[in-house]
């Protein structure tokens, strides 16, 4: 994936960067926000399913300290896992983040402590790479809750969109990362044209960037989010935009 910087800041981004402004005020470390999409037509997003904050997770925090620092030495001089060769470049989505009962709707978490999906999806492309959960269904065909194939790269031509932003009134300067992760129709591949399959949590990953096929070991999730189900039907596509806030 390209390191190149591409400057690309719209009217909706600036609002989104005031609201996680808000958040920064009220949380300690980098805060994010998430707006998810289902759509049938890839030039019309309409209008989001999910508008929101996330979590970023301990684990993403830690990573986060790590590059700012370049040290994983802990205070009594024992080394923690590395992170200093990883960067934030893959996402997944699951079906574990809430359960219905009648009209009411329960979310399962996140929770700061979480190291990955709760019912992470595969969706069935050889070159994604395997969940940190290892999390496998039973008794269901086609096999499409499991940790295999399922964590994907970042899409929008493969790059991370670094989108400085400043505000001349404001004494708050920020960096604003908007990250775009789309699951296209067609996916997941297993599944039959007329069937679909429950969405309702996403993750975003960082990997490592020496990262080998099936070192799932080198694969960590960054931050959670959990919502009210949504269905993907086969011919529809996924696109979520997810901003970090440092």
Wanted: glycine share 8%; with cysteine; hydrophobic share 35%.
């Amino acid at each position: 994936m390209s390191d190149k910087n591409i400057i690309l800041t719209h009217n909706e981004d600036y609002k989104i960067f005031d609201k996680l402004g808000r958040e920064a005020q009220r949380k300690r470390g980098p805060v994010g926000w998430v707006k998810a999409y289902m759509h049938k037509n890839p030039n019309q997003l309409g209008e989001p399913f999910y508008d929101g904050p996330n979590l970023i997770l301990a684990k993403g925090r830690e990573f986060v300290a790590q590059k700012i620092f370049q040290v994983n030495v802990k205070e009594d001089a024992t080394s923690r896992p590395d992170y200093r060769n990883h960067k934030v470049s893959h996402f997944a989505v699951g079906s574990g983040g809430a359960s219905v009962a009648g009209s009411v709707v329960t979310l399962s978490g996140p929770e700061i402590g979480d190291t990955a999906l709760y019912e992470v999806i595969s969706l069935g492309n050889a070159a994604y790479l395997d969940e940190p959960s290892a999390y496998t269904a039973s008794g269901e065909s086609p096999l499409v809750h499991t940790y295999t194939d399922a964590v994907k790269p970042i899409t929008t031509d493969g790059e991370i969109y670094l989108e400085p932003v400043s505000y001349p009134s404001s004494p708050d300067y920020y960096t604003k990362v908007k990250c775009t992760c789309v699951i296209p129709a067609g996916e997941p591949t297993m599944i039959d044209p007329a069937a679909s399959v429950e969405i309702s949590e996403a993750g975003l990953y960082f990997v490592d960037e020496s990262l080998a096929d099936g070192d799932s070991n080198k694969v960590h999730t960054f931050a959670h989010i959990c919502f009210a189900p949504k269905w993907k039907e086969k011919e529809s596509q996924l696109t979520i935009f997810w901003y970090i806030l440092a």
